[in-house]
């Protein structure tokens, strides 16, 4: 019940599309949902989150799309660039901590 | 602003020897500290976090420790490493708002 899990694994985008990753979570007790962006060899890096009572959230080329009912969200990156290219991660808080997805790579190529 | 970090960057360990592995945080009081651990390709394995100065919670059992003794020091250690303890560690620290921020990580190669 503490599982987030995320798919896909890997993604490969060619520059411009959108890129899309989703998650899906069972505890009904998460209140907070950040998504991570990771580049090699460096710390993980808030990139936007949402609370369970919005459905959407958009800063920029980024949106989350929250399925209260469905217990899935996703992160949307429009106009995909090759600098997107890292591993997202998505997670869900409980308790002062966070559960974290599998990772997702993306690459963006020109 | 705050700031977190950890050292050293890199480090590499035979198989048995000790470990110690720091993490300081600037600019806040009384911060929530998380250790997680990164195997190559993977997800973050959460393995302590603590509340307050000398409170630890474990959250994998392993031959890893760690202890808080000062508000803004998180240490992680082990008496004797194993080859599975190569990883990469990273720091995080939140201010009770959910949202937890990473250290620049320290990546462990055990030999």
């Known amino acids: 019940q503490q599982q987030v899990k995320q798919s896909p694994q890997s993604l490969i985008v060619q520059k411009g599309g959108i890129s899309i990753i989703n998650c899906a979570y069972e505890?009904?007790?998460?209140?907070?949902f950040p998504w991570y962006q990771q580049f090699p060899g460096k710390g993980p890096a808030l990139l936007i989150a949402?609370?369970?009572?919005?459905s959407e959230k958009k800063e920029g080329r980024f949106t989350i799309s929250f399925n209260k009912s469905a217990k899935q969200f996703s992160l949307h990156i429009m106009d995909s660039q090759p600098g997107d290219s890292a591993t997202y991660f998505c997670?869900?808080?409980?308790?002062?901590?966070?559960?974290f997805g599998t990772g997702t790579r993306l690459q963006v190529f020109p | 602003s705050q700031t977190i970090h950890q050292w050293p960057a890199t480090l590499v360990q035979p198989v048995g020897s000790p470990l110690s592995l720091e993490c300081t945080v600037e600019?806040?009081?009384?911060?929530?500290l998380y250790w997680y651990r990164q195997a190559a390709g993977r997800g973050l394995q959460l393995l302590f976090y603590?509340?307050?100065?000398?409170?630890i919670s474990s959250e994998v059992p392993q031959n890893l420790s760690a202890s808080r003794p000062q508000d803004r020091q998180f240490i992680l250690s082990s008496k004797k490493l194993l080859l599975s303890d190569s990883g990469f560690y990273l720091c995080?620290?939140?201010?009770?708002?959910?949202?937890?921020?990473f250290g620049p990580g320290t990546r462990l190669t055990v030999l």
């Open positions: 603590s509340v307050g100065i000398g409170q």
């Open positions: 949402i609370r369970p009572d919005v």
């Open positions: 995080a620290w939140t201010r009770r708002t959910d949202t937890q921020y």
């Open positions: 997670a869900a808080s409980w308790s002062d901590k966070l559960i």
């Open positions: 505890n009904t007790a998460f209140d907070y």
């Open positions: 600019g806040t009081s009384n911060p929530n």
